[in-house]
């Protein structure tokens, strides 16, 4: 399985705008990067997912280097809510329901 | 539209009994994954499963470990003669075709 490596945590002030990054430097060609978060005993929660384009949704931005090497995901006002482990996980667009692999993620914290 | 749905939510067992984990999944959805979550550490993937067909249970412990997604009902993880170590948070998680694994809030076991 092709691996991702984080930071082990960040912290960020509420309402300020909260990069984090992952690195993907052995993604292939047909791997998706997925980004979950999990709240403190909840599941994980989808947040967003990309091939080669940035993407945008309601809860994030997706930013991916032109190389696919390296991705970001962009929490634009963060909030207390906010505060999760966020897991970067790479999936093969062509493998039959793959399983994801998890890491340990990154574990944020927001600050009032 | 009710999300991944998994009883019981905790579970408490002494050491040699049998613990069963339920999991239904989202509507229309027919792929089933179940992952474990030991204390302080991140998700490991055991069992996909599709309707009535075990796809990949290269993650599950070779004994006393089983899992069944019948044509009616829910998913169903058993673990018999539970020990201390088994002792965790048990996701499961579904998907509609090879797309985005959507999340239980788990069941926590514990063992006595």
């Known amino acids: 399985d092709a691996k991702t490596t984080q930071p082990n945590s960040m912290e960020s002030n509420e309402e300020e705008p909260v990069h984090l990054p992952c690195n993907h430097s052995?993604?292939?060609?047909?791997?998706?990067i997925h980004w979950y978060r999990q709240l403190p005993s909840q599941g994980p929660e989808y947040v967003i997912h990309?091939?080669?384009s940035n993407v945008n949704n309601r809860m994030a931005s997706l930013a991916i280097a032109e190389d696919r090497k390296s991705s970001t995901l962009i929490l634009h006002r963060a909030t207390l809510r906010d505060a999760a482990v966020y897991y970067c996980?790479?999936?093969?667009?062509?493998?039959?329901?793959?399983?994801?692999?998890f890491g340990p993620g990154t574990r944020l914290s927001v600050l009032p | 539209n009710a999300g991944v749905m998994q009883n019981p939510r905790h579970l408490v067992r002494r050491r040699g009994q049998e613990a069963r984990l339920r999991c239904s999944p989202m509507k229309g959805h027919s792929h089933v994954y179940w992952y474990r979550q030991l204390p302080e550490e991140g998700l490991k993937f055991m069992v996909y499963l599709q309707k009535e067909n075990i796809i990949d249970e290269s993650g599950m412990p070779k004994e006393r470990f089983s899992a069944e997604f019948p044509k009616e009902g829910p998913s169903i993880l058993r673990i018999q003669q539970v020990v201390r170590g088994d002792s965790a948070a048990y996701f499961c998680?579904?998907?509609?075709?090879?797309?985005?694994?959507?999340f239980g809030p788990g069941t926590r076991l514990t063992v006595t």
């Open positions: 990309g091939l080669t």
């Open positions: 052995t993604i292939s060609g047909t791997d998706y």
């Open positions: 996980i790479l999936s093969d667009r062509d493998n039959y329901g793959q399983n994801f692999v």
């Open positions: 998680a579904s998907s509609p075709w090879r797309d985005e694994q959507y």
